[in-house]
């Protein structure tokens, strides 16, 4: 039983929603951006008393204990009460209110985490079974700094646990900086929980979509899916959209180690909040060597996000509808506020002469941006899930869905507190929809002493940032060779026939097709796989097993777009100038930086290379998120010859959402299995921005 959206008399209604159907048997939802909306009456967040939040200690098995890796059945008593009890292992400081909950159910295997917030001050509670080690995987090591890329037909065997989670995804009602807003959450709880395991380790997702007025899917965002291609979870690319009331599973491998993080991945969904770290201990890492300067002794994790006040739907219909008359760029909707660990003045305790491991993650939508501690460094040590030599620095530049950790020294005595705080790069808000009362920066504070007062914000200077200096700790060299594929790409902006804002590259915008492209790959014949034409308009470049594939992306926008690449990493072996703030790259450097997000600057350019080693759809997409919804999005289909031979199983549930809604799992991309080049049934224009809301199911009432 779902919730409907508006309250009657102030009570919240319950409507019915099928376990399965087609979209159009739904009840039709209501929508407003104003309104409470909430899966349970009860779910609402409480408040917290003021504390601060307690270090995880590093390279051990943060997340369950190997003696309950899926015990799906945990109730939310015995979850609360084993968080209760883990807390123990963080500082004292950490009171926060594990029995402020009212989430029916649990999640396994993120039991020991809590979170609560208020408006003003946010305490999160983290803390972690220290004890279960990696004891149970002591063979398993695929350590990102000795094998960066893992050969697909040569991948080694897990041998780490299956760490299980039982998500529901449901609204929740929540206001981290005072504005109370419904948020797509997690088990009736938001922020959503991190998902931690080992290198080596399975994760497995069982989901559940409650949302009662949006389909949904999640992307984990910087792991390759090497095999699993089928778990990447783009909508209609490498999954059917997941309808209400229905279930779905996701399970892969954790061939990688570092920050990494999950999102949604339909109609800009993760907007409203359907966002958390992905974080991927691994016991080799270099800052668990001994001796050394930078072995850390405790690691937080510390997530930027820009919040809106309205719901993604009505933006994205805003943003691309015929109204929105910003010729110029778009005149993308500007965030309300700014977000450290989807909360405001969050504290981090910091003992003296401790070493922390700080994995900073940009989950927002549009803001790249700027994160300084005040008279503290920062020495990075990993860049999207790429181990680096450490480099340090004062200020860093984290584009949206970019990764790092660093590493801060405490200071030796805990003579004062000292603030932390991210600003906005507001180069893409435009004024004229910029929000009255706008807020671009966030405080936050490393607290030595709880009685010493808190320290006033302080004003940031950005500065200069380039990341391809960033030297990779493997020190791999140039991917080369005497056949190097080179695509390039051009970036506009434009309007369509419809008069709809649109992204395009290289002249072309995205638009979905009627079989995820996936399927599409897995059911062409040995003829027709590795034509381009059979794949219709999402942009398709199809790529030969093991090729070097080179993309040459040419910005003609005057904006920074941070590009995203699923599937891989690459080197950034090239990059124009883009005005002051970003210099260009002159040489390819011996050793360049890998990343899997990497920025272009406005009137400016990025070269990057990988190999095409990973057989599946990849998306290359500006994840700027109003962006991917006005189709600045490429689909890399590669080796979909060699992905055919592999036969990779597709679950059930893969089958079962597909059915639900009515979408083919055969054939080109207008759903012809009979004629292959006929391609008269795909669809060649974007959804009529009219009737266009994103994740919503069918559009609102014509008076919202
Ligand atoms: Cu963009």
């Known amino acids: 039983?779902?919730?409907?959206?508006?309250?009657?008399?102030?009570?919240?209604?319950?409507?019915?929603?099928?376990?399965?159907?087609?979209?159009?048997?739904?009840?039709?939802?209501?929508?407003?951006?104003?309104?409470?909306?909430?899966?349970?009456?009860?779910?609402?967040?409480?408040?917290?008393?003021?504390?601060?939040?307690?270090?995880?200690?590093?390279?051990?098995?943060?997340?369950?204990?190997?003696?309950?890796?899926?015990?799906?059945?945990?109730?939310?008593?015995?979850?609360?009460?084993?968080?209760?009890?883990?807390?123990?292992?963080?500082?004292?400081?950490?009171?926060?209110?594990?029995?402020?909950?009212?989430?029916?159910?649990s999640t396994s295997s993120s039991s020991s985490t809590s979170r609560s917030s208020s408006s003003s001050t946010t305490v999160v509670t983290t803390s972690s079974s220290s004890s279960s080690t990696s004891s149970?995987?002591?063979?398993?090591?695929?350590?990102?700094?000795?094998?960066p890329y893992p050969s697909y037909t040569n991948t080694p065997i897990p041998k780490g646990k299956i760490v299980t989670y039982n998500w529901n995804i449901t609204w929740v009602s929540a206001s981290p900086?005072?504005?109370?807003?419904?948020?797509?959450?997690?088990?009736?709880?938001?922020?959503?929980?991190?998902?931690?395991?080992?290198?080596?380790?399975?994760?497995?997702?069982n989901l559940v979509n409650m949302l009662g007025n949006q389909t949904t899917t999640l992307h984990f965002h910087?792991?390759?899916?090497?095999?699993?291609?089928?778990?990447?979870?783009?909508?209609?690319?490498?999954?059917?959209?997941?309808?209400?009331?229905?279930?779905?599973?996701?399970?892969?491998?954790?061939?990688?180690?570092?920050?990494?993080?999950?999102?949604?991945?339909?109609?800009?969904?993760?907007?409203?909040?359907?966002?958390?770290?992905?974080?991927?201990?691994?016991?080799?890492?270099?800052?668990?060597?001994?001796?050394?300067?930078?072995?850390?002794?405790?690691?937080?994790?510390?997530?930027?996000?820009?919040?809106?006040?309205?719901?993604?739907?009505?933006?994205?219909?805003?943003?691309l509808s015929a109204n929105n008359t910003d010729t110029t760029g778009g005149a993308e909707p500007v965030p309300n506020s700014n977000l450290i660990n989807e909360a405001q003045n969050v504290q981090f305790a910091m003992t003296p002469g401790k070493t922390y491991l700080f994995r900073i993650i940009n989950m927002g939508a549009l803001a790249g941006q700027y994160l300084q501690f005040d008279q503290h460094d920062m020495q990075i040590v990993e860049v999207d899930g790429v181990y680096t030599l450490p480099q340090t620095v004062s200020q860093l530049f984290v584009a949206v869905a970019q990764r790092y950790a660093?590493?801060?020294?405490?200071?030796?005595?805990?003579?004062?507190?000292?603030?932390?705080?991210?600003?906005?790069?507001?180069?893409?808000?435009?004024s004229s929809v910029t929000p009255p009362n706008m807020n671009p920066t966030c405080t936050a504070y490393l607290v030595y002493d709880g009685s010493k007062p808190l320290p006033a914000p302080f004003t940031l200077t950005p500065q200069v940032w380039d990341d391809s200096r960033l030297v990779p700790w493997d020190k791999h060299t140039l991917i080369d060779g005497p056949n190097v594929r080179t695509i390039a790409f051009t970036a506009d902006f434009g309007v369509d026939n419809a008069g709809s804002t649109r992204g395009f590259l290289s002249s072309f915008t995205y638009v979905s097709q009627k079989v995820p492209t996936m399927f599409t790959a897995l059911t062409a014949p040995p003829d027709y796989v590795m034509n381009p034409a059979i794949y219709g308009h999402v942009n398709p470049r199809v790529l030969t097993f093991n090729s070097i594939v080179e993309i040459d992306l040419n910005n003609h926008d005057t904006r920074a777009h941070p590009f995203h690449l699923?599937?891989?990493?690459?080197?950034?072996?090239?990059?124009g100038e883009g005005g002051t703030l970003w210099p260009g790259l002159d040489t390819t450097p011996q050793y360049p930086m890998r990343r899997d997000t990497v920025v272009v600057y406005g009137g400016s350019s990025v070269t990057i290379r990988f190999v095409a080693d990973n057989p599946g759809i990849n998306l290359f997409h500006c994840h700027t998120e109003w962006h991917v919804e006005s189709g600045l999005t490429a689909t890399f289909i590669e080796a979909p010859d060699v992905l055919q031979a592999y036969k990779p199983y597709i679950p059930n549930s893969h089958k079962n959402v597909c059915d639900a809604l009515g979408i083919s799992r055969k054939g080109n991309a207008g759903g012809n299995s009979k004629n292959w080049l006929d391609l008269s049934n795909a669809n060649t224009e974007p959804e009529d921005p009219n009737l266009y809301y994103g994740a919503m199911t069918a559009p609102p009432p014509p008076d919202n």
């Open 136 to 147: 149970s995987r002591s063979t398993s090591s695929s350590s990102t700094s000795s094998a």
């Open 177 to 205: 900086d005072g504005f109370r807003r419904p948020f797509v959450g997690i088990n009736g709880q938001w922020p959503c929980p991190p998902i931690k395991g080992n290198v080596g380790d399975i994760i497995k997702i």
């Open 1 to 105: 039983m779902a919730f409907q959206a508006v309250p009657v008399g102030g009570v919240l209604q319950p409507i019915p929603f099928f376990a399965t159907g087609r979209l159009s048997k739904f009840q039709r939802p209501t929508f407003g951006n104003q309104r409470l909306i909430t899966s349970r009456q009860q779910t609402v967040v409480a408040l917290a008393p003021p504390g601060t939040i307690a270090p995880q200690p590093p390279a051990t098995c943060s997340l369950v204990g190997s003696s309950q890796p899926s015990s799906s059945s945990t109730s939310t008593s015995s979850s609360r009460s084993s968080s209760t009890t883990l807390s123990s292992t963080a500082s004292s400081s950490t009171s926060s209110s594990s029995s402020s909950r009212s989430s029916s159910s």
């Open 222 to 319: 910087g792991l390759f899916q090497q095999n699993t291609t089928y778990e990447d979870g783009p909508a209609m690319v490498n999954q059917c959209p997941i309808p209400p009331g229905s279930s779905f599973v996701y399970q892969f491998n954790l061939w990688q180690a570092g920050t990494y993080w999950y999102h949604a991945h339909v109609g800009g969904q993760y907007i409203d909040g359907l966002r958390g770290p992905l974080i991927i201990n691994d016991p080799k890492a270099p800052w668990t060597i001994p001796n050394t300067p930078y072995k850390v002794d405790q690691e937080y994790t510390l997530t930027l996000s820009d919040l809106y006040h309205k719901q993604a739907p009505y933006l994205i219909h805003y943003y």
């Open 566 to 575: 699923h599937g891989h990493n690459f080197q950034v072996i090239n990059r």
């Open 406 to 430: 660093v590493i801060v020294k405490a200071r030796p005595a805990a003579t004062q507190n000292f603030a932390i705080v991210s600003q906005f790069n507001v180069d893409m808000f435009g």
